[in-house]
C-alpha cells in the first residue's frame, strides 16, 4: 500500500539556525498536507499542497511540492523555541479514496536549543 | 463547539475491561475520522463516518474495536477486551465534508492505557 516516508526523524538546532524536512512518497500524491503537533498536543494543519512544483510560504515556513507530486518539503528559515515540535506530512489515503483519509509519515521532531 | 472535543482526555483501564471513547465533532461537520498514535509514530488511520454510516472501517485492527455515529455528529469508539497493545493516543478528527484535500481538524486525543 502507498506509504509516506519522512526524514530526518529528529533534528536539533540552535535558535536561529534553518531546518528542513522532507517527505517521499512511493505513489503519485493529488496532495500532500502538513501538521505541526507541539509536544502533548494534537496536529495542527498547517498547509495543503495540491500542483506540481507549488511553492507556498507562510512567513518563515516554505512549503515545496515536487513536480512528480512524490515527495515535499517543509523549510523554516531562522528557528525560533516556538517552532519546537513534530512536523507531518499526510497524503491521502491508499486505495483511491474520495474522501479526507489521511496517510502519515513519521514526522520530524524539531527541538530548538535558545 | 469551537473545535473537536474529546473525552476523557485520559483513560487508564484494566486489560480485559471494556472503554468507551467521546467525540464532539465541530458543529456542522459531516465527516468524522478516528485515529490512533503510537509513541514517535505519525496517526494512521481507523475509521471513517460519512454523516451517520462508516464508510470505510479498513483501519480498524480486529473485531474488538468497533465505532458508532448514531445521530451524524458525536462519534464513539469502543474497544472490547482491552489488551495492552491496545494503548495509545485516540484522535478523532473531523472536516466540513469528506473529500480529499478537505481541511482536517483534530481532537486533543485520549491517552489510553491498558495496565
Same mark, same amino acid.
Request: glycine share 12%; hydrophobic share 30%; charged share 15%.
Given at each position: ?114 | ?36 498514535? $503510537?509513541?514517535?509514530? @505519525? ?5 471513517? #463516518?460519512? %454523516?451517520? /454510516? ?39 478528527? $473531523?472536516?466540513?465534508? @469528506? ?5 482536517? #481538524?483534530? %481532537?486533543? /486525543? ?6
Amino acid at each position: 500500500g502507498q506509504q509516506v516516508m519522512q526524514i530526518p526523524q529528529y533534528q536539533h538546532v540552535q535558535e536561529g539556525e534553518d531546518f528542513t524536512t522532507y517527505c517521499n512518497s512511493s505513489t503519485t500524491l493529488s496532495n500532500i498536507q502538513w501538521y505541526k503537533q507541539r509536544p502533548g498536543g494534537h496536529p495542527v494543519f498547517l498547509i495543503q499542497l495540491v500542483k506540481s512544483g507549488e511553492v507556498k510560504k507562510q512567513k518563515r515556513l516554505t512549503f515545496q511540492f515536487g513536480e512528480a507530486k512524490k515527495n515535499s518539503s517543509l523549510h523554516i528559515t531562522a528557528t525560533q523555541t516556538t517552532d519546537v515540535g513534530t512536523y507531518f506530512c499526510a497524503g491521502p489515503g491508499a486505495g483511491g479514496t474520495s474522501y479526507g483519509k489521511l496517510t502519515f509519515g513519521q514526522g520530524t521532531i524539531l527541538t530548538v536549543h535558545p | 463547539g469551537a473545535g473537536v472535543s474529546q473525552t476523557p482526555s485520559n483513560k487508564v483501564t484494566e486489560k480485559g475491561k471494556y472503554v468507551e471513547l467521546r467525540c464532539d465533532p465541530i458543529s456542522g461537520h459531516t465527516a468524522l475520522y478516528w485515529y490512533r498514535q $503510537s509513541l514517535g509514530q @505519525g496517526p494512521e488511520f481507523l475509521i471513517y #463516518f460519512q %454523516g451517520t /454510516g462508516a464508510a470505510d472501517d479498513s483501519g480498524l485492527p480486529n473485531d474488538r474495536f468497533f465505532a458508532v455515529r448514531p445521530e451524524g455528529s458525536v462519534s464513539t469508539l469502543k474497544i472490547q477486551r482491552t489488551e495492552r497493545g491496545d494503548s495509545a493516543v485516540y484522535l478523532c478528527a $473531523s472536516s466540513l465534508i @469528506g473529500e480529499v484535500g478537505a481541511k482536517t #481538524f483534530f %481532537g486533543q /486525543g485520549t491517552r489510553l492505557t491498558v495496565v
